[in-house]
């Protein structure tokens, strides 16, 4: 099926041009022009805030990737490695060069006034925010093409073609929000959080090709390099020819002109990527098997109802680009998890494709259907904050006794800390979550972005719970920080240490944490500390690889990590 792309190209007069190829295909969207009302831009903004930067203050960095990262991105501020080829004592990075980049250079500039931590994660969060603008302007201008303006009534009456497109905008930000997926993944301070960036900023050089001719090219420009060296130059190559081939198939001139755009920065990344040696093989060559479509489902709730409702509905219009963009990369996305045998990270750049299709089925759905999302939303998220506040009551009242118990047993030794701060947010969470199902089931039922109010709504005050109320018990089960505060007490602070076997994480836990200085190797004979990894029951080991134990190192002590119940490290002195 040839894709014929239609929509009001403005040109310099700001006036909408006719298409080239006019088609006449049955159109399912019927929107009344007070079903278009505006999503204040303040409320907009709140969702956004309360959804990116909880988590991004007082929060240690957790096992494993997100640890394993920040690592990096100290090592290289702190001059220990190579900017070209950056690794942790003898353990090459496993992303690109770009985001550990990000991160050392925000240290730098940051490290004399805040935390080296925070100052890593900062840029992190600024590329959560931008690939939120992104999928709003993205949808917006998906939805202002006329193939994806609702029906015209016959005594008028319908929504105004800039109303509807700012409508639909509106509930692309809210599916990205209400996304599960996004939620852990999305606030980390890892590579693929560049990717997602690089894949929404894809999806607005696509959809602003007509209208923001220099902006929507240097988008793709920066895109699809963008991905190549954060790891994903494959995926680069894969997305840049889906995108061209969308752009090729275009009804409009000036459309399928920008594909020579798409096809360059292909190439760009190509180039990027074998320049500085970022290309990654990490197919998996077994069969995927359920546990890949469970993720598939869960991670993509509940944009993946939506977006295949749209599918259908708007199967008529599959060529067109409103649809046939955000399809494809997303396909692409999924496509690409399940080569890699499930990999939720790579599925993450899924949901920008996916948001922008959930929005546009926003217009055909079914009063029963948004009802039936309204009530889902009301209980499945009340149910989960109100468990949220039954244990953190627990864990500082002692009753429920249950709660309190089971928070002891599986974080053994853990102290509780109250912050007079943390529970006055989560309050106001709580009371602006009760003001929201008031409001949803009280006014405002004709608007078309409701039913995707209550869904983002709950994440985002599931999110700003979870890091408040229950953010100190998270540290303690995820973070490094109880760990190395055992080895502290057995090494001294000015003492040199053998990394011995220690995984990527670990090691960045020592640099972050720690006050030692690390090496790989044991020949340094001021070296006379060494750690070693290994299961909890396991006994000592004769020999590390090449290093023998049972000679010139005796054993000191076993550290476990008290929330886990297999990691245990083995601190030896030389003898």
Not at 40 to 49: E, S, T
Not at 271 to 285: I, S
Not at 332 to 358: K, Q, T, W
Request: with cysteine.
């Amino acid at each position: 099926m040839a894709i014929a792309d239609s929509g009001f190209v403005l040109d310099g007069s700001m006036r909408p041009r006719a298409p080239e190829r006019p088609v006449n295909l049955p159109n399912p969207a019927l929107v009344s022009s007070q079903a278009v009302r505006r999503l204040p831009r303040l409320a907009l903004l709140l969702f956004c805030a309360a959804y990116v930067l909880p988590g991004v203050f007082g929060r240690d960095p957790w096992k494993n990737a997100d640890l394993a990262a920040v690592g990096y991105m100290l090592a290289l501020a702190r001059g220990q490695t190579d900017w070209l080829a950056p690794s942790l004592i003898g353990l090459p990075a496993e992303g690109g060069l770009l985001p550990y980049w990000t991160g050392a250079l925000s240290i730098l500039a940051l490290e004399r006034w805040i935390d080296p931590v925070l100052a890593a994660r900062l840029p992190f969060a600024a590329l959560l925010a931008a690939t939120l603008a992104l999928i709003w302007y993205a949808a917006y201008h998906f939805a202002r093409t006329d193939r994806a303006q609702p029906l015209p009534f016959a005594f008028g009456g319908e929504a105004h073609p800039v109303d509807y497109a700012r409508a639909i905008a509106d509930a692309a930000v809210l599916a990205l929000i209400a996304s599960l997926g996004l939620l852990q993944l999305g606030h980390e301070t890892t590579p693929e959080l560049l990717q997602l960036t690089g894949t929404a900023l894809l999806l607005y050089g696509v959809a602003a090709s007509p209208f923001r001719h220099w902006r929507s090219r240097f988008a793709v420009l920066a895109a699809l390099p963008m991905l190549a060296l954060s790891a994903a130059a494959t995926t680069a190559l894969c997305f840049g020819a889906m995108a061209t081939l969308v752009c090729l198939r275009s009804a409009y001139a000036n459309v399928r002109r920008f594909s020579a755009w798409t096809a360059a920065a292909a190439l760009l990344a190509i180039v990027a990527a074998t320049g500085l040696q970022t290309w990654r093989w990490r197919l998996d060559e077994s069969w995927p098997d359920l546990g890949a479509l469970r993720l598939l489902l869960w991670f993509t709730w509940p944009v993946w109802p939506l977006a295949a409702w749209t599918l259908w509905q708007w199967r008529r219009q599959l060529g067109f680009r409103h649809i046939a963009a955000p399809a494809s990369l997303a396909g692409m996305a999924m496509a690409i998890s399940l080569a890699m045998g499930g990999n939720d990270r790579a599925l993450m750049l899924a949901l920008p494709g996916l948001a922008v299709l959930g929005a546009f089925a926003l217009p055909t759905l079914r009063r029963s259907v948004s009802a039936a999302i309204d009530w889902f939303s009301v209980f499945f998220f009340s149910a989960a904050g109100l468990t949220l506040w039954v244990m953190y009551v627990a864990v500082h009242t002692g009753w429920p006794s249950k709660p309190a118990a089971n928070v002891a047993k599986l974080l053994p030794g853990f102290v509780p800390q109250f912050s007079l701060a943390a529970l006055l947010l989560a309050l106001a969470g709580t009371l602006a979550w009760a003001w929201l199902v008031r409001w949803r089931t009280g006014h405002h039922r004709q608007a078309l972005w409701k039913s995707l109010v209550l869904p983002a709504g709950g994440v985002a005050w599931g999110w700003l719970l979870t890091m408040t109320l229950w953010l100190p018990m998270l540290d303690y089960a995820r973070s490094y920080r109880p760990t190395v505060a055992q080895l502290a007490r057995i090494v001294p602070a000015d003492a040199c240490i053998v990394s011995g076997n220690l995984t990527r994480a670990q090691l960045a836990a020592l640099q972050v944490h720690g006050p030692w200085r690390l090496t790989a190797t044991a020949e340094e004979a001021r070296c006379r500390w060494l750690l070693v990894q290994l299961p909890v029951r396991s006994p000592a080991p004769a020999s590390i690889g090449r290093l023998r134990l049972d000679g010139d190192w005796q054993l000191v002590q076993r550290v476990r990590r008290l929330t886990d119940r297999q990691e245990s490290l083995l601190v030896y002195r030389r003898r």
